[in-house]
């Protein structure tokens, strides 16, 4: 079964500058998907990013991009020129390919809560 | 386009009653999944439901029960409420499509938040 682990509870991070949240996973798949999700206080989780595996260049979004380093199996989450709306929680998530009986299944990490201040 | 909806948004039961929520998927989409989240155990898969049947199934007990109409729609059904099952819910559609190359996105609506008493 894949896991996904999230090493960091919280993170904090002044407006304007720039923070990377860890995300590493286990899978023995050599196709698959990942994702970082936002949950705002509202709890209204929205995605906020997604990499293919077999994708080598790294996805972005914005002021949002990703470090995937397939054969260390980590995908870590860059925010640049925080804004106080970033201030949520951020899960990663692991998806296996389609067509595989897990498909469907999304497989999150613990999260990590991140804050922005002035 | 409209997101995916989910009614109530909060509900209050006593244990041993028995709750459906519903779930409105984007227009478009064919599958329906459901999570539970709570403190403890985080974000868990509940099942998927695609063309009205069960695609996927997590590890959860037969109480909890869904299925989806002919027009995409979901409900979720827990029976015989326990304390342990109060929790977020949320359901999540994406496109389905089942040929390569598509990552098959799931968009999540805003939850449906369980107390039970």
């Known amino acids: 079964a894949q896991t996904v682990t999230q090493s960091q509870p919280e993170m904090s991070v002044q407006e304007a500058e720039t923070v990377t949240l860890s995300c590493t996973y286990d899978?023995?798949?050599?196709?698959?998907?990942l994702f970082w999700y936002k949950q705002p206080p509202s709890r209204q989780m929205i995605l906020v990013i997604r990499?293919?595996?077999?994708?080598?260049q790294n996805a972005t979004e914005n002021r949002f991009s990703v470090n995937f380093q397939k054969a260390a199996k980590s995908f870590s989450l860059k925010i640049s020129d925080s804004q106080l709306g970033d201030a949520a929680m951020y899960f990663c998530?692991?998806?296996?390919?389609?067509?595989?009986?897990?498909?469907?299944?999304?497989?999150f990490g613990t999260g990590t809560r991140l804050q922005v201040t002035l | 386009k409209a997101g995916v909806t989910q009614t109530p948004r909060y509900l209050i039961k006593t244990r041993g009653q028995q709750v459906t929520l519903s779930c409105s998927p984007i227009?478009?989409?064919?599958?329906v999944s459901w999570y539970q989240q709570t403190p403890g155990q985080g974000l868990q898969f509940l099942f998927e439901?695609?063309?009205?049947?069960?695609?996927n199934k997590g590890n959860f007990p037969g109480r909890f029960s869904g299925r989806q109409f002919s027009n995409s729609r979901s409900e979720m059904n827990v029976s015989t409420l326990e304390l342990g099952d109060s929790a977020l819910y949320l359901c999540?559609?994406?496109?389905?499509?089942?040929?390569?190359?598509?990552?098959?996105?799931?968009?999540f609506g805003p939850g449906t938040r369980l107390t039970v008493l």
């Open positions: 999540a559609s994406s496109l389905a499509i089942l040929a390569g190359g598509s990552t098959d996105t799931q968009y």
């Open positions: 899978t023995s798949e050599s196709d698959y998907y």
């Open positions: 990499q293919e595996a077999y994708k080598q």
């Open positions: 998530a692991y998806r296996s390919p389609i067509n595989t009986g897990t498909a469907s299944k999304l497989t």
């Open positions: 227009s478009g989409h064919r599958s």
């Open positions: 439901y695609f063309s009205e049947t069960q695609r």
